[in-house]
């Protein structure tokens, strides 16, 4: 692969400290990612997807070891530093949406541009909420639309900022299976525009949207498969 090296984890640790004792749950992770991969990371529950995804999110910091993000090691930023890559370079979509109950989609969508110092871009908004197929519904709040559109929105806030990558920690997760096959159609129509893509799931079915599924246990990396597009739906 010769597309440009976007992220690299070198011997990355995290643990949880229950008083003085150390907890590994990440145990020196060696991972390469390159500009417009399609990853799936899988692994049972506990197997540290989630801690995994939170420290490349910047959501949480590593314990030990390096995080380079195009180059630069941001494995030890100021808390400003931290907030402003993870506004510019991050879009994060989570299983429960995380959407704000009393905003309309529009607004939702919005919010990442409103925490910057500048005049929300319209054009941008209405663009990403047209890319995930809602124009018509930015008027309505959460509870007026159903799970999938719901997760079109979060997709939509995620895709805003025009971010380096997109993590999807089990997006489907909450999904029945038909609307879960329509939010995959979306990530694969991201992945094709050029989007880096990581997601988490324990489904293989969605895992094979993927064209690499990183598989993890007990904190380390078990298995790094490189699917052949023949495999691919
Ligand atoms: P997964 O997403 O694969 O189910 P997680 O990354 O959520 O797994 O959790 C991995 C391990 O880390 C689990 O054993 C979990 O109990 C532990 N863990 C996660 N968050 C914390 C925390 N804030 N404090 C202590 N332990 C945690
Ligand atoms: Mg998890």
Request: charged share 30%; no cysteine; proline share 3%.
């Amino acid at each position: 692969m010769n597309k440009p090296v976007l992220i690299e984890l070198v011997d990355l640790e995290k643990a949880y400290f229950l008083g003085a004792e150390e907890v590994p749950v990440l145990k020196k992770i060696n991972l390469t990612i390159h500009e417009g991969e399609f990853i799936a990371i899988m692994g049972t529950s506990g197997s540290g997807k989630s801690t995994l995804m939170n420290v490349l999110g910047f959501l949480d910091r590593p314990t030990r070891g390096k995080y380079l993000l195009k180059g630069s090691d941001v494995s030890n930023l100021t808390d400003e530093d931290e907030a402003r890559i993870r506004n510019r370079e991050i879009g994060f979509i989570f299983q429960t949406f995380n959407l704000l109950s009393q905003y309309t989609s529009y607004e939702n969508v919005a919010l990442p541009l409103m925490y910057r110092d500048e005049e929300v871009d319209h054009g941008r908004v209405m663009r990403a909420v047209e890319t995930v197929g809602l124009t018509h519904r930015i008027h309505h709040k959460p509870s007026e639309i159903s799970g999938g559109q719901r997760q079109r929105v979060a997709i939509a806030r995620a895709l805003v900022t025009d971010p380096a990558i997109l993590l999807a920690d089990e997006p489907t997760g909450n999904l029945d299976s038909k609307t879960s096959i329509e939010i995959m159609e979306l990530f694969l129509n991201l992945h094709k525009t050029g989007a880096t893509i990581i997601l988490v799931t324990h489904e293989p079915d969605i895992a094979h949207y993927s064209e690499r599924i990183i598989h993890i246990k007990d904190g380390e990396i078990h298995e790094d498969e490189r699917l052949v597009r023949k495999k691919r739906r």
